[in-house]
Nanobody, 123 residues
Framework: QVQLVESGGGLGQAGDSLRLSCTAS????????MGWFRQAPGNEREFVAG????????YYADSVKGRFTFSRDNAKKAVFLQMTHLKPEDTAVYFC????????????????WGQGTQVTVSS
C-alpha cells in the first residue's frame, strides 16, 4: 500500500519560515517525480513546485519562486519544502504527490497523494 505522509505544517507570521516534509512508503520512490500542491478554502488545488526523480531539477510556481525550495532524499524516501518569507496568501493545506511526469502542473497527472498538512500564515 502506497502512503505519502506530510508533516511540518503549522502556524506562522508573515516573514517566517516553515519546512514541510513528506515521507513515502510502498512505492519505488526514486522512480517518481514529486510535486507539492496547495489548496486554500474555496480555491482549486494549486501547483506549487515539482522535482525530478533524481532531484537535480526543480520547478516552481511564480507565486513561490525565490521563497520556496524543494529537495528530496531518495535514500530516506522523503521530500522537503523549505518555505521562507511566508505570506498570508501562502495559507493553505499543502499536499505532496508522486507522479511520472516532472513538474506536471495538472494534479490529475499524479498517481499518489498525501493527506495534506495545514499551513497558516498571519499578517
Amino acid at each position: 500500500q502506497v502512503q505519502l505522509v506530510e508533516s511540518g505544517g503549522g502556524l506562522g507570521q508573515a516573514g517566517d519560515s516553515l519546512r514541510l516534509s513528506c515521507t513515502a512508503s510502498g512505492l519505488a520512490f526514486s522512480m517518481y517525480a514529486m510535486g507539492w500542491f496547495r489548496q486554500a478554502p474555496g480555491n482549486e488545488r494549486e501547483f506549487v513546485a515539482g522535482i525530478s526523480r533524481g532531484g537535480s531539477n526543480t520547478y516552481y510556481a511564480d507565486s513561490v519562486k525565490g521563497r520556496f525550495t524543494f529537495s528530496r532524499d531518495n535514500a530516506k524516501k522523503a521530500v522537503f519544502l523549505q518555505m521562507t518569507h511566508l505570506k498570508p496568501e501562502d495559507t493553505a493545506v499543502y499536499f505532496c504527490a508522486a507522479g511520472r511526469l516532472y513538474a506536471a502542473p495538472n494534479h490529475a497527472l499524479y498517481d499518489y497523494w498525501g493527506q495534506g498538512t495545514q499551513v497558516t500564515v498571519s499578517s
